[in-house]
């Protein structure tokens, strides 16, 4: 978990190939998918701002940091978010994308991704 920088961003890869991006804002970690709805540029090249969002740095479009919601275009779709436990140092990032915010997610336990070396 040291390894995502303080309103930072960090690309990992899981198991299964999918590019996550680990985000850390405002106290907070989330993952996203590493690829913006845009156009598909990497996310993890984008910068977090003070305001909870991420922004692409290919055309400027704004996610929310725990929602995955756009929040300033050109982008019109949402990015792909995952439930997120931390366990220690480590963070475990769920293999299954968030449910819509009326359902509960099952979180997997088993460690999908680690941060700490
Ligand atoms: S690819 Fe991200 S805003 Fe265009």
């Known amino acids: 978990m040291d390894d995502i920088p303080d309103e930072g ?5 899981r198991p299964d190939g999918q590019r996550v991006c680990l985000i ?6 989330s993952a996203v998918a590493n690829n913006c709805t845009h156009q598909d ?12 969002t991420i922004q692409c740095s290919w055309h ?6 725990l ?3 756009v929040r300033q275009g050109p982008a019109l779709f949402p990015l792909r978010t995952y ?3 931390i ?7 769920s293999p299954n994308p968030q449910p819509p915010a009326n359902q509960q ?5 088993r460690p999908a991704v680690e941060t700490e070396q």
């Not at 400027?60 to 940091?65: I, L, S, V």
């Not at 366990?87 to 990032?93: C, I, K, M, P």
Request: aromatic content about 4%; glycine content about 12%.
């Open 9 to 13: 961003v960090l690309a990992v890869v």
């Open 105 to 109: 997610a099952a979180i997997d336990p």
């Open 60 to 65: 400027g479009a704004r996610y929310d940091c």
């Open 83 to 85: 439930p997120v436990k």
């Open 24 to 29: 850390r804002s405002q106290g907070r970690v």
């Open 41 to 52: 540029f990497e996310m993890s090249l984008g910068d977090v701002l003070p305001d909870g």
């Open 67 to 69: 929602t995955g919601e």
């Open 87 to 93: 366990e220690g140092s480590s963070v475990l990032v």
